[in-house]
């Protein structure tokens, strides 16, 4: 068997170009199944994203109805402490008129108690008064009766000595 070179090139030449036919039919079918596989990734990708879109959507809603209820519980509370300030300030309007109610009768009560110790006392400084001006006058009447008995007394010793003088040296 004679081998020819170039027989067998072209041996090999011919099936190269049906393996580049075979090759380039592989290579649309790989590039088919490539787009096909990227279409089912992209269709699985979307489908995936269209659920987390979904779950964050529903999350989204969770979290706006827990906002709306904790608004509307604040505003119910807001409502009530406004309620509950509106009785503390009625209250504290009501217990501010009952102590001055008290304080006012308490106030009069004690005015009315000073006035009649002040009246007491004021009637016992009047009692010392006519009670002192009595003893003035008293005393005053007899000073002038004891400045009369002194006078007289004086009158009177003169007399008194003489006349004993008299007795003494003369009448023996």
């Known amino acids: 068997m004679d081998f020819d070179i170039n027989d067998s090139e072209k041996k090999v030449k011919k099936p190269k170009k049906q393996d580049d036919n075979s090759l380039n039919e592989l290579k649309s079918i790989n590039k088919e199944t490539q787009k096909e596989l990227e279409n089912r990734l992209l269709k699985e990708s ?30 119910n509370k807001i409502s009530q402490l406004q309620e509950s300030n509106k009785l503390l300030n009625d209250s504290i309007d009501n217990e501010i008129n009952n102590l001055s109610n008290q304080i006012d009768v308490l106030l009069v009560s004690k005015v009315k ?41 004086l009158g009177i010793t003169p007399v008194l000595f003489l006349i004993l003088l008299y007795f003494i040296f003369f009448e023996k």
Do not use: C, G, P
């Open 113 to 153: 108690m000073l006035n009649e110790t002040n009246t007491k006392h004021v009637n016992k400084l009047d009692d010392l008064i006519n009670k002192s001006q009595t003893r003035f006058d008293s005393f005053y009447n007899k000073k002038t009766w004891i400045d009369r008995l002194i006078f007289i007394n």
């Open 46 to 75: 979307i489908a995936t994203s269209h659920q987390e879109l979904r779950k964050f959507q529903n999350q989204q809603q969770k979290q706006i109805d827990n906002i709306k209820n904790t608004v509307t519980s604040l505003n």
